[in-house]
């Protein structure tokens, strides 16, 4: 199954979800006007999503003038990945991130903070913003707000439902085949299920973008070394605006938000670990070697806490803006 035949999958598993849910609160009457509110919510934030998002980070836009080698880092990526150029943003954060939004490739927005233009090399950042650009090609930031919604939706009507009891006493009028307890049930699950079918489509569009940026930049193993970084700096600093803001943390290349345990079943992204292998694989495709490379956790370093680049020593700074 491709990664975008899987999607489409996982959505319409959503839409049902979604449909299951209006129906047993007011039948076929629930079910329209739930799916017209959503298709309201969906709109709006097809054309506004990608400002709201900027401005909850306070995100800057730059230029060449302003930040010339990030940039042209970004129009170089671009231009190989055949995409026109995107607006370039920094958001003011230490915690090292990255992320792309915007409907279309044509109005999209690559952000990076200036806690990831410290810590990275060169080619660890091409890396990283190639995998922002593949969001972008995908088409992927439309995707997720898709799924974002109509799971937000499927929380809304059940959560209304299971404090009002909807349409419930009519369970026998309209042949609802479930009965109340089953109904109570349905409402319980539903927002779980949507929430997992939800991350599910965001970790499928993870490891694609891991792949196309691999390609994008040609040098896997400078991503998968920027994710070992990125991962290690956001368990130790935290991202005040994503944890203000959860519903965003599926645009960023690594979860910002802090928190482990059982908190790992509903995070936005797979494990750093599976990605810096698969990394290693693409690299293993491509022809290129890794010697004794580390894993995610293997970088960290102990006393300095910062986390070096394959091959060479950590980068003090950066002149990316």
Known sequence: MTG???TLVLISALMGLFMAVG?????EGG???AFLIAAGTNLFAYWNGDKLVLSMYGAREVDAATAPEL???VRE???RAGLPMP???????????AFATGRSPEHAAVAATTGIL??????ELAGVLGHELTHVKNRDSMTMTIAATIAGAIGMLAHFAFFFGGGMRNDEERGNPLGAVGAIAMMILAPLAATLVQLAISRGREFEADRGGAAISGNPLGLASALAKLEAGAETLPNVQAEQHPATAHLFIVNPLSGGGMQSLFSTHPSTEARIARLREIAAEMGQG???APSAREYASPSSGTVPSAGRPPRRGGPWG
């Open 23 to 27: 129906y047993l609160i007011g039948g």
């Open 87 to 97: 607006r370039v943003y920094i958001v003011e954060s230490d915690q090292p991130n």
């Open 77 to 79: 990526l671009a231009a």
């Open 4 to 6: 975008h035949f899987r």
């Open 31 to 33: 079910m329209l006007i």
């Open 290 to 292: 890794w010697i004794g």
């Open 71 to 73: 940039v042209g880092i």
């Open 118 to 123: 410290r810590i990275l090399t060169r080619d």
